[in-house]
């Protein structure tokens, strides 16, 4: 429950005596083509050094809303501190293995950790990439399935890899954060792509990660008491597309992760790998980016309805937001990410996202991937949504609903007029609209509340059976259905 909804040339003579022979051997083994470097063995990662944040005063930026200690968690925070590598071929669209450029590059970051009681942890730990893209760190993909994580005693870590979300700490708490930094200051100019879009991201995720999986820290270990089996990398959007990149030029290098589920959403992913990788995808940006191939270890379940953030996962951002009063509006007052949204939205089209809980799909992803790490049994197919040959633009019915994909009771047994997308400017454009029927309009829509009850009970039993929805989350959905008033 929500309780408060430096460049190789020039570098200093020290630094290139260590890394004049490890970037020749490195230079050799990883100008292969992708799948034969997938096959080399794996390059040390160096751990990163977890200290934990203990500033009077202070408290943590984006802690989360939810009583964790009703669910047994703790959650503290870390700084985390180390140098960095920077890789060359990490542009998004390669689907070859990164080289090493260079190390020895300073950052010093944080990390938000909340753990389950030893007796409680089921031997994972998930790592979000957190997304920057409105000026703050924010875990948009445990919005979505933080229930599910807690139930199921799942570690989780909230990491902040790049630049933007970084600064932002910094401005929001000096005293916590001010000696944070992974910038490039020093970098020079040796190159836009090896001195832009934050190049030690990638290294200080694998970094941080192995230190966990390690559990590092002595008597302050962040899982203190905790076994760590198996690590799963999740983001949403714009860490996701970080997530995609790391999968396909990282991963193969270190092999880190164990597994990694995409939030709205991945592209395209390497089909020589045999790390599962799971990309669930929001009708609301499926148009823009389609035709992508899966493979024997990868998998891209299309939502129908979904939006680019639930409503729901939309409300635990704002719980968030709200409390820390971190994202600013266009006069200097702090406002919700939902008022980030609302100003691009159509006229009378508020408030924004669909009833559709995309968070029920992402659950089961992550479950699947962890069951696929364990066990070996892969994950249900990829299930898209049905497009025109020719234009490859999705097929719609009568009433404009979208065919094909998985579908939820909420969109295909719905309670609200909704459409998953909102005019053509973004955010908004992503977020869509909902308006709740009325009680006329729902008695006339299902006659009776007998037949609601069935017809939500037929759609989530066929999405458990088909492998897109976990089962304690269908009786769930049935039962709210029973005890709600629709059409009676």
């Not at 968690?73 to 990164?98: N, V, W």
């Not at 630049?163 to 001010?178: A, L």
């Not at 097929?395 to 998953?420: C, H, T, Y």
Request: aromatic share 8%; charged share 20%.
């Amino acid at each position: 429950m929500v309780v408060r909804h430096k460049k190789m040339l020039g570098m200093n003579t020290h630094r290139m005596a260590l890394l004049l022979f490890p970037i020749a051997l490195i230079g050799t083994m990883f100008s292969l083509p992708g799948a034969l470097a997938a096959e080399t063995q794996d390059l040390p990662v160096p751990l990163a050094n977890l200290t934990e944040v203990n500033i009077p005063g202070t408290s943590i930026m984006a802690a989360t809303g939810v009583d964790l200690a009703s669910a047994g968690y703790t959650e503290r925070e870390f700084y985390a501190e180390g140098q960095a590598r920077r890789h060359d071929g990490t542009d998004a669209s390669s689907l070859e293995s990164a080289t090493v450029v260079d190390d020895g590059w300073d950052y010093r970051t944080r990390l938000v950790v909340r753990a389950p009681q030893p007796n409680e942890f089921n031997g994972t730990l998930i790592v979000e990439w957190t997304n920057v893209t409105v000026g703050v760190g924010l875990e948009f993909a445990t919005a979505e399935a933080y229930e599910y994580l807690l139930r199921e005693g799942y570690a989780i870590a909230i990491l902040s890899a790049q630049r933007v979300g970084v600064e932002r700490s910094k401005t929001w708490s000096p005293d916590r954060y001010s000696d944070l930094s992974v910038d490039m200051s020093a970098c020079g100019d040796d190159g836009a792509s090896l001195c832009q879009g934050d190049p030690l991201s990638f290294d200080i995720f694998s970094q941080i990660t192995q230190a966990l999986k390690e559990n590092v820290g002595g008597a302050n270990a962040p899982l203190l008491g905790l076994t760590v089996e198996n690590v799963i990398a999740i983001g949403q959007s714009q860490s996701a597309i970080r997530l995609k990149t790391y999968y396909n030029t990282i991963q193969p290098l270190y092999h880190v992760m164990d597994g990694f589920v995409y939030w709205d959403l991945s592209d395209q992913l390497r089909d020589d790998q045999t790390v599962p990788a799971i990309s669930v995808n929001s009708e609301a940006l499926a148009d823009g980016f389609r035709g992508w191939s899966t493979s024997e270890y990868t998998r891209a379940w299309d939502v129908a309805g979904a939006t680019h953030a639930s409503l729901y996962g939309s409300q635990y951002i704002d719980d968030i937001t709200v409390w820390d009063q971190s994202i600013i509006g266009p006069a200097g007052e702090p406002i919700s990410f939902t008022q980030w949204i609302e100003p691009s939205c159509l006229p009378g089209m508020l408030p924004p996202f669909t009833t559709v809980d995309s968070g029920l799909v992402v659950s089961k992803a992550i479950d699947a991937v962890r069951s696929w790490i364990r066990t070996g049994e892969p994950a249900a197919p990829s299930r898209r949504f049905e497009r025109d040959p020719t234009t490859g633009m999705m097929l719609r019915d009568a009433d404009n609903k979208v065919l094909g994909g998985v579908r939820l009771a909420q969109f295909d047994a719905p309670i609200a007029e909704q459409v998953a997308t909102n005019g053509t400017d973004f955010p908004c454009s992503a977020s869509g609209y909902h308006r709740y029927y009325t009680d006329a309009e729902l008695r006339e829509l299902y006659g009776n509340h007998a037949n609601y009850v069935a017809q939500v009970r037929m759609i989530m039993q066929q999405a458990v059976k088909d492998g897109y929805v976990l089962r304690h989350d269908t009786v769930a959905a049935i039962h709210e259905a029973v005890i709600s008033d629709v059409a009676k």
